[in-house]
T-cell receptor
Framework: TQLLEQSPQFLSIQEGENLTVYCNSS?????LQWYRQEPGEGPVLLVT?????EVKKLKRLTFQFGDARKDSSLHITAAQTGDTGLYLC??????????FGAGTTVTVRA | NAGVMQNPRHLVRRRGQEARLRCSPM?????VYWYRQLPEEGLKFMVY????????ESGMPKERFSAEFPKEGPSILRIQQVVRGDSAAYFC???????????FGSGTQLSVL
């Protein structure tokens, strides 16, 4: 099993501030995904990054895949209360399994 | 096009009873994955199935747990003789053959008394 470490575990910020969540591993992944999960629901896919060094933008969210395809970051600009949730990174390994990090709980205060 | 359907949403069992969790994948999806999640933790892989085949069950305990995905009907995750440590949220996800995009259901919250 390939391990993904997310940091920080918890993040609480004021509306309008920026935040960054990190996802690191010692393993190389064929692709890496970010999911957002709300209480009582399943994770919902936000983005898939495939190429080392790739940067993808989804409105106020910016996702980056490290050059060596072992790490990724999620940056949210001008956070809104609707961004509150559990953010999970997940990597597809050579064993065709999707492994998840423990998640970062983001709370955006009004 | 309905999403991944899991039922029941909540399941309460006493120690020693059996729990059956059902998952109907999205239409056209032939691959099913089961994951388990404890509070404030990520999802832990349990088993990966295709129709009538178990592809990878390396994340599933060898005793008391079994999974199937028959030719017709939903995928079933079965836990026999449940213990308190089995209490968790169990999520099912499906994908189209060969794709890496998983669609998750809303999960079944299992509580063992």
């Amino acid at each position: 099993t390939q391990l993904l470490e997310q940091s920080p575990q918890f993040l609480s910020i004021q509306e309008g501030e920026n935040l960054t969540v990190y996802c690191n591993s010692s393993s190389v992944f064929s692709s890496l995904q970010w999911y957002r999960q709300e209480p009582g629901e399943g994770p919902v896919l936000l983005v898939t990054v495939v190429t080392g060094g790739e940067v993808k933008k989804l409105k106020r969210l910016t996702f980056q895949f490290g050059d060596a395809r072992k790490d990724s970051s999620l940056h949210i600009t001008a956070a809104q209360t609707g961004d509150t949730g559990l953010y999970l990174c997940a990597g597809w390994g050579s064993d065709y399994k999707l492994s998840f990090g423990a998640g970062t709980t983001v709370t955006v205060r009004a | 096009n309905a999403g991944v359907m899991q039922n029941p949403r909540h399941l309460v069992r006493r120690r020693g009873q059996e729990a059956r969790l059902r998952c109907s994948p999205m239409k056209g999806h032939s691959h099913v994955y089961w994951y388990r999640q404890l509070p404030e933790e990520g999802l832990k892989f349990m088993v990966y199935l295709q129709k009538e085949n178990i592809i990878d069950e390396s994340g599933m305990p060898k005793e008391r747990f079994s999974a199937e995905f028959p030719k017709e009907g939903p995928s079933i995750l079965r836990i026999q003789q449940v213990v308190r440590g089995d209490s968790a949220a169990y999520f099912c996800a499906s994908s189209v053959n060969g794709e890496e995009k998983l669609f998750f259901g809303s999960g079944t919250q299992l509580s063992v008394l």
